[in-house]
Each structure stands twice: as structure tokens, then as C-alpha cells.
């Protein structure tokens, strides 16, 4: 192999190595969905509470926060994400009315987390409404959250169930685009190969 060819795949391997990225400033995306903490109480079989929905679990009266499920969705307007997730939140409005170990939280396709997970029982204020945060990382992988957005292109069913009410939800996603090289190093470490070539060239001869 001549010297030229030989500082040619030299330069290309130091070109590759010390380029650096430009690392972009994490993206957030969210979406939240709000109703009333003290909505109408009725009977029947479905009640809109703002952007939820409260259906009956073997009750027909709905709105006390008894027995009842309450649905909705978090619509993010983006089709998908093609970069890690590095952060999933829920946070929730909630106002439990007894203690169930049956309650729990969920995402379709991602998964269910108990509310004893997120809500302290032993000193809850029944009645009260509280503010919890769910870090979904303490339950779901980040693949899995991913996967499952990306399956709903940015639409994503999610629920309470069955002894409170939830008047506020939303979720939050964080995540790093990928990088790029900063174009003025790369032309900058270009324009070395361009100086150096002639240079040997005219050793050789």
C-alpha cells in the first residue's frame, strides 16, 4: 500500500473517531386529560366527566367514586418515537373513597400498576383528593413503553379502577433525538485530507 492511500484510510479512521456528535436537548412530549374531583353522581351505565369516562363495576350509581372504572386516553400527536425513552411519567389527581387492594392503575398494552404502589393507605385522607406521580420505569421497560406507543401511533387507553376519583391525569415522555456530526468539524477535518494529499503526492514523485 502506497503513503497516499495509506493517509487516505488513516485520515477516514481519525475522521470517524474524534468527529463529534451534536447532542440535541431532550425532547418532551405530554398529553393531559381533565374532569371534575366532585362530578354529578347518577345511575347508569357510562357518565363523561370532562375527558373521562366512568362506567359501573358492579354498581349502577356512578360519580361517588364507589365500584366504578374510569377510562381515557392520552393523545400525544405524534405518530411514533424512533429514539430511547428516558423518562415515563403519570401524574394523577386521585380522590379514593375506601381502601380495595383490588384498585389499580393502567395503560392497555403496557400494563397495570396497584394504586398500593402509589398511594399510602395506612395515612391516606379518604375523601381528599391527592397527587401522586408514577415513575413507569419502576415497572415497564422502556422498549415495552415504546412498542406499545408506537403500535397506537401516539394514541394511548388508559384507566383507574374502581374506589376513587381521578379528576386529572397526564404523562410525559422524554427522550434523546440521535446525533448528528457538527458540520463545520467535519469540514473543518475535510479540509485536512485536502491539504495533506498533494502534499504526499508530491513526495512520491
Same mark, same amino acid.
Request: without cysteine; negative net charge; proline residues 4%.
Given at each position: 500500500?502506497?503513503?497516499?492511500?495509506?493517509?487516505?484510510?488513516?485520515?477516514?479512521?481519525?475522521?470517524?473517531?474524534? *468527529?463529534?456528535?451534536?447532542?440535541?436537548?431532550?425532547?418532551?412530549?405530554?398529553?393531559?386529560?381533565?374532569?371534575?374531583?366532585?362530578?354529578?353522581?347518577?345511575?347508569?351505565?357510562?357518565?363523561?366527566?370532562?375527558?373521562?369516562?366512568?362506567?359501573?363495576?358492579?354498581?349502577?350509581?356512578?360519580?361517588?367514586?364507589? +365500584?366504578?372504572?374510569?377510562?381515557?386516553?392520552?393523545?400525544?400527536?405524534? +405518530?411514533?418515537?424512533?429514539?430511547? *425513552?428516558?423518562?415515563?411519567?403519570?401524574?394523577?389527581?386521585?380522590?379514593?373513597?375506601?381502601?380495595?387492594?383490588?384498585?389499580?392503575?393502567?395503560?392497555?398494552?403496557?400494563?397495570?400498576?396497584?394504586?398500593?404502589?402509589?398511594?399510602?393507605?395506612?395515612?391516606?385522607?379518604?375523601?381528599?383528593?391527592?397527587?401522586?406521580?408514577?415513575?413507569?420505569?419502576?415497572?415497564?421497560?422502556?422498549?415495552? *413503553?415504546?412498542?406499545?406507543?408506537?403500535?397506537?401511533?401516539?394514541?394511548?387507553?388508559?384507566?383507574?379502577? +374502581?374506589?376513587?376519583?381521578?379528576?386529572?391525569? &397526564?404523562?410525559?415522555?422524554?427522550?434523546?433525538?440521535?446525533?448528528?456530526?457538527?458540520?463545520?468539524?467535519?469540514?473543518?477535518?475535510?479540509?485536512?485530507?485536502?491539504?495533506?494529499?498533494?502534499?504526499? &503526492? &508530491?513526495?512520491?514523485?
Amino acid at each position: 500500500m502506497n503513503n497516499f492511500n495509506k493517509f487516505t484510510l488513516t485520515t477516514a479512521f481519525v475522521l470517524s473517531a474524534l *468527529i463529534p456528535g451534536k447532542a440535541f436537548a431532550a425532547s418532551l412530549i405530554s398529553d393531559e386529560v381533565v374532569g371534575s374531583s366532585t362530578p354529578e353522581v347518577t345511575f347508569g351505565t357510562s357518565l363523561q366527566n370532562g375527558d373521562f369516562t366512568l362506567l359501573p363495576n358492579n354498581s349502577k350509581i356512578l360519580g361517588d367514586g364507589k +365500584d366504578e372504572i374510569t377510562e381515557w386516553n392520552f393523545n400525544f400527536g405524534v +405518530d411514533s418515537i424512533k429514539s430511547t *425513552i428516558t423518562k415515563a411519567l403519570v401524574n394523577l389527581d386521585v380522590t379514593p373513597f375506601i381502601y380495595s387492594k383490588n384498585d389499580d392503575f393502567w395503560i392497555t398494552g403496557i400494563g397495570s400498576v396497584k394504586a398500593n404502589k402509589f398511594l399510602d393507605f395506612n395515612s391516606v385522607e379518604y375523601g381528599k383528593q391527592q397527587s401522586v406521580e408514577i415513575n413507569l420505569f419502576d415497572f415497564f421497560s422502556a422498549d415495552k *413503553i415504546a412498542t406499545t406507543f408506537n403500535n397506537g401511533q401516539g394514541n394511548l387507553e388508559a384507566g383507574y379502577s +374502581d374506589d376513587a376519583i381521578v379528576s386529572f391525569a &397526564k404523562m410525559t415522555l422524554e427522550f434523546q433525538p440521535a446525533s448528528v456530526p457538527e458540520p463545520t468539524t467535519t469540514l473543518g477535518l475535510l479540509a485536512l485530507v485536502g491539504l495533506g494529499s498533494p502534499l504526499l &503526492k &508530491k513526495r512520491k514523485s
